[in-house]
């Protein structure tokens, strides 16, 4: 990018200035003239001279430099000279040639000082600006020279910050010098690729900035990507540079860009290295928080518009032969983004008050189910999974009995499962809640144990009948002997502490026969049954009414 000396000037002085030479001979020529009429007219030729004549000299010099500052007084004097040779009005005596030799001489004087006086300021003025829009490493422009690009108002441009990531890399290896010339080198191909459309910055030691018309956010991106994605030769050393991109469109509102409208495509840039992927054109987190809002404010309407689901997933023995209990898992069917994960939009509504209502709505679904459900499996427990918030609010645990005694169901077909996490939230209220909950018959099961704190401390803080050990920690077993030893002890003290351990997570034979070796009283995962709707599910349970599922009851009191 070329820096004018100005971009804001009036267009007639940026017009004279570029016929500078023209005009100053044109401006010496009408003074001269005037000087003519002037003197015939006065009759008074030495004020005439001294006080016209230097104004175009020193113009001329300040224009056109030492040489042409010269020239141009000598041409005053030359075109002068006849005027020194009339008689001089007050004494009546000729003036002498040497006079105006002299005269001539100190004409081109005046107009090569003033040329030698305005070449000096105008190289400290270039150095000064050199020192002020360029780095002073590469030469290259850096953002003071932004201002030097004026956009056209209400277009829209294309901006882009341009990350070396691998910058210290190459000059721990190759040296400053070495990454310099690089340096230019992006800048050059840059700059031609680019023409007169744009401009190019060196905005830090490891990034440019880009500014162009846009054509498109994504194509953009992708020409710059096919210029800069290549291996680079420097002194005939190839190097591998990774670039990474960030970029965002803008129209301006006024004739200029500052630094703050690089912030964006510069922390988007900084996402890309950070991801190790070349370009980032989306504010992820900005994104992120948008789609949030959507969910939260459509959560409302897909309860009432039944875009919400639940699916049942059986746990049964280690063996496989009987079926202990349903976990009641929710899915949301979105009209327009598909199917939303439970871990996607439960912790956006956890946050909000919407979760009493989906709670509240969860209980009031699981008990029609269980009220409906096949009479031959009346002792299979189904359980609901409940936020730290619902189990810390009082209201919740007083309509929990009520509900299950509006619907006739005995309390012991339902079990609350909490996780660590939530317990920990407020470990004294937990254990008094946990114990209200018992107190009332209805069972309690932590939740997801070896993904929080996985303190095992905590299995005898906190007194529940069920503890599930997360699927993440059931995988690291069946490689991590470690891991495996933290299993089989917490197996141990939970059984010693009367609860039973359900095993989630379970996918293959041999992670069930681990787990039945570790003595697991139950176990939950796509080895027996991925997650179904009640229908599905009735059909599954016909399907498993054979001889080798055994009575539930029987199996829960421990007679089997």
Not at 217 to 224: C, F, G, R, T, Y
Not at 285 to 305: I, P, V
Not at 338 to 346: A, D
């Amino acid at each position: 990018m070329r820096l004018p000396v100005s971009k804001r000037i009036p267009n007639w002085i940026a017009l004279i200035y570029r016929h500078r030479f023209l005009v100053s001979l044109v401006t010496v020529i009408l003074i001269s003239v005037l000087v003519y009429i002037l003197a015939n007219a006065a009759q008074n030729v030495r004020y005439l001279y001294g006080y016209v004549v230097f104004l175009p000299l020193v113009i001329s010099g300040l224009a056109l430099g030492v040489r042409w500052g010269a020239f141009m007084g000598a041409l005053a004097g030359v075109m002068l000279a006849p005027l020194l040779a009339i008689i001089d009005p007050l004494d009546g005596t000729f003036v002498m040639v040497v006079d105006a030799i002299l005269r001539l001489v100190l004409f081109a004087g005046v107009g090569a000082f003033s040329g030698y006086v305005a070449t000096r300021l105008r190289a400290s003025s270039r150095t000064i600006h050199q020192l002020r829009t360029r780095n002073q490493l590469t030469d290259i422009p850096d953002i003071n020279a932004l201002r030097f690009f004026t956009p056209k108002i209400n277009h829209t441009y294309t901006l882009t910050s341009v990350l070396i990531g691998n910058k210290q890399s190459i000059v721990d290896m190759l040296g400053i010098g070495v990454y310099r010339d690089l340096l230019r080198k992006l800048y050059d191909v840059l700059i031609d690729n680019l023409g007169k459309k744009g401009f190019v910055v060196q905005s830090d030691s490891d990034k440019f900035w880009i500014a162009m018309p846009s054509s498109g956010l994504e194509k953009d991106v992708e020409d710059l990507q096919a210029v800069l994605d290549n291996e680079w030769d420097v002194h005939g050393i190839p190097l591998y540079v990774a670039i990474h991109l960030g970029a965002e469109a803008k129209t301006p509102s006024e004739s200029r860009f500052y630094a703050t409208d690089f912030n964006t495509p510069t922390a988007r840039s900084n996402i890309a290295f950070k991801l190790r992927t070349f370009y980032i054109i989306r504010d992820l987190e900005l994104d992120k928080q948008q789609e949030d809002y959507e969910l939260l404010s459509g959560f409302s309407s897909a309860l009432e518009n039944d875009e919400l689901y639940i699916t049942f997933q059986p746990q049964l023995s280690p063996e496989g032969a009987t079926l202990v209990g349903l976990e009641a898992l929710v899915r949301w069917q979105h009209p327009e983004k598909g199917k939303i994960s439970p871990g996607r939009f439960i912790p956006l509504i956890e946050k909000t008050e919407l979760i009493h209502t989906f709670t509240e709505w969860l209980l009031q679904r699981v008990l029609t189910v269980i009220d409906a459900f096949p009479n031959q499996w009346d002792d299979v427990y189904f359980s609901i999974n409940v936020s730290a918030k619902n189990i810390y609010d009082g209201k919740f645990l007083e309509r929990l009995p009520k509900a299950l005694e509006t619907k006739g169901i005995a309390p012991s077909r339902l079990k609350v499962e909490l996780t660590e996490t939530a317990l920990m939230q407020n470990p004294e209220a937990a254990k008094r809640q946990l114990s209200t909950l018992q107190s009332h018959g209805i069972g309690t099961a932590i939740d997801d144990f070896g993904k929080g704190h996985s303190s095992l401390y905590y299995l005898g803080a906190f007194e529940a009948d069920t503890l599930k050990v997360d699927q993440h920690f059931i995988w690291k077993m069946m490689d991590d002997e470690r891991v495996y030893s933290i299993v089989r002890a917490a197996v141990r003290l939970a059984k010693d502490l009367g609860m039973r351990v359900v095993a989630e997570g379970v996918e293959d034979e041999t992670m069930l026969q681990t787990v039945d070796e570790l003595g697991f009283d139950g176990v939950q995962g796509y080895y027996f049954a991925k997650p179904m709707e009640f229908r599905a599910l009735k059909h599954w349970l016909r399907s498993q009414a054979s001889p080798q599922l055994m009575d539930a009851e029987s199996y829960l009191r421990g007679e089997m």
